[in-house]
């Protein structure tokens, strides 16, 4: 277990929906990333906050976008989702931006 | 742009038959190589990080070591229990960049009994 968590585990929606992923960093973590894993692509940066604020960003579609909330939680927001959005979503944490990253176990979303 | 390479995509071994993964990288500033352990459907589980060429870290059945564009993961007896996908990846040292960890496509392994 990495100490970070990750909700929901398993998310069914249909294309043009809307989805919300969240996740809790390990405690005293104040770095938050993004990723998304695909079979074609493989793991994927998108985001970085760093104590609320946006530090990297990676290929990114303008249709997703997140926040890192005051208690330090993260939340992704996936928008006009599409068939190719499937995949699986991490979070990371870390204590820093240049140190070791935890990863949560995903979320799971399949776009119908 | 930062990229990594491994090789091979996928290594069958018997258990105890010793292996590497190969990890090849380019990157403007290192500031760090890891691997990552991944198991099918679960988030990727950290084993080592190097950070300066001549780098060796060990645990258990696993070495990994850095030179200037490669890193090397070797195994060692492999049992079993050691299949999984192995996972790169390379952190930047700036710029907007930073902290950014650029994976690479990993490498399958699986061993037999």
């Known amino acids: 277990d990495s100490g970070v968590t990750q909700t929901p585990k398993h998310l069914i929606t249909a294309t043009g929906q809307r989805v919300t992923l969240r996740c809790s960093p390990r405690?005293?973590?104040?770095?938050v990333y993004w990723y998304q894993q695909s079979l074609d692509q493989g793991l994927q940066f998108l985001i970085q906050?760093?104590?609320?604020?946006?530090?990297a960003k990676g290929n990114i579609l303008e249709r997703f976008s997140a926040q890192q909330f005051p208690d330090l939680h993260s939340e992704l927001n996936l928008s006009s989702l599409e068939l190719g959005d499937s995949a699986l979503y991490f979070c990371?944490?870390?204590?820093?931006?240049?140190?070791?990253?935890?990863f949560g176990p995903g979320t799971r979303l399949t776009v119908t | 742009e930062d990229q990594v390479t491994q090789s091979p995509e996928a290594l069958r071994l018997q258990e105890g038959e010793s292996s590497s993964l190969n990890c090849s990288y380019t990157?403007?500033?290192?500031?760090?190589l890891f691997w990552y352990r991944q198991d099918p459907g679960k988030g990727p589980e950290f084993l080592f990080t190097?950070?300066?060429a001549g780098e060796e870290k060990e645990k258990e059945r696993l070495k990994a070591t850095l030179t200037k564009k490669e890193s090397f993961l070797h195994i060692t007896a492999p049992k079993p229990e050691d299949s999984a996908t192995y996972l790169c990846?390379?952190?930047?040292?700036?710029?907007?960049?930073?902290?950014?960890?650029?994976f690479g496509q990993g490498t399958i392994l699986t061993v037999h009994p």
């Open positions: 990371a944490s870390s204590v820093g931006p240049a140190r070791r990253q935890y």
């Open positions: 990157v403007s500033g290192l500031r760090g």
């Open positions: 906050y760093y104590n609320g604020e946006e530090r």
């Open positions: 990846a390379v952190l930047n040292a700036g710029g907007t960049s930073y902290g950014k960890l650029t």
């Open positions: 405690s005293g973590d104040l770095s």
């Open positions: 190097l950070y300066s």
